[in-house]
């Protein structure tokens, strides 16, 4: 049995979890922060070295005013506690990040979060923030051309913003929807790709298990063929 290395989840239906409940959009948000950390604390237990999570993409910012403002609270208050406790936990960040319309502060913020020195690593959490599968290709792509490099994947994929995590073996959607939204398109070529109808914040290590048990039931090719 083949050892999963790598996790991506779309941590989708937090607003809708929020609004069947006549709460604010920005409670569904901060529950759905919560239920990133239990699923940090999942991984560390199952030795699953790497997690990727779509936090904000580059269409988020059509969202309104208010609730982007509040996921940006959550953002900030989401370094200070993985400065004070989850870098402690063995959790290495790392920010799938594109520049712009990213303030000066924010990219100051996610540097200083980068470089803390983590030992020994037990999780390494990368955050699609200001993320945009798209617009990380062609900025790829404008990379290598001026840097006159090999064009092939392997140089390719060194350039990427996910670089140098794995492709991912799993990809994990909740909240009912059957689509890729834009994500790790390039990463995702031969990844399992899960689809549930919960929304984020009633996810739970159960369904994570069943996941990673069903993951372990099919049989990967990867375009190849035994007999």
């Known amino acids: 049995m083949s050892k999963i290395k790598h996790i991506a989840i779309i941590m989708d239906g937090n607003a809708r979890w929020a609004k069947a409940r006549l709460l604010p959009v920005s409670t569904g948000h901060l529950e759905?922060?919560?239920?990133?950390?239990?699923?940090?604390n999942c991984f560390i237990e199952r030795d699953i070295p790497y997690l990727s999570v779509y936090?904000?993409?580059?269409?988020?910012?059509?969202?309104?005013?208010?609730?982007?403002?509040?996921?940006?609270?959550?953002?900030?208050?989401?370094?200070?506690k993985y400065i004070k406790d989850w870098s402690k936990k063995g959790v290495k960040l790392k920010f799938f990040s594109l520049r712009e319309n990213l303030s000066?502060?924010?990219?100051?913020?996610?540097?200083t979060s980068e470089k803390i020195e983590v030992s020994p690593i037990k999780v390494n959490l990368g955050v699609a923030f200001n993320y945009g599968s798209r617009k990380e290709i062609l900025?790829?792509?404008?990379?290598?051309?001026?840097?006159d490099s090999n064009y092939d994947e392997e140089n390719f994929s060194k350039m990427l913003l996910t670089y140098p995590f794995p492709d991912p073996d799993i990809l994990i959607r909740t909240g009912g929807e059957k689509r890729i939204s834009n994500f790790l398109l390039w990463q995702i070529a031969y990844t399992e790709l899960f689809f549930v109808d919960k929304f984020w914040p009633d996810f739970t290590e159960k369904d994570l298990d069943n996941i990673i048990a069903e993951f372990h039931s099919r049989q990967r090719r990867f375009g190849g063929r035994t007999s």
């Open 139 to 147: 900025h790829t792509a404008a990379k290598i051309k001026s840097l």
């Open 32 to 40: 759905g922060f919560k239920k990133l950390q239990a699923m940090v």
């Open 104 to 111: 000066s502060d924010v990219l100051n913020l996610i540097e």
């Open 55 to 80: 936090a904000f993409s580059t269409e988020n910012w059509k969202r309104p005013k208010e609730e982007i403002e509040g996921i940006f609270k959550i953002f900030y208050d989401g370094i200070e």
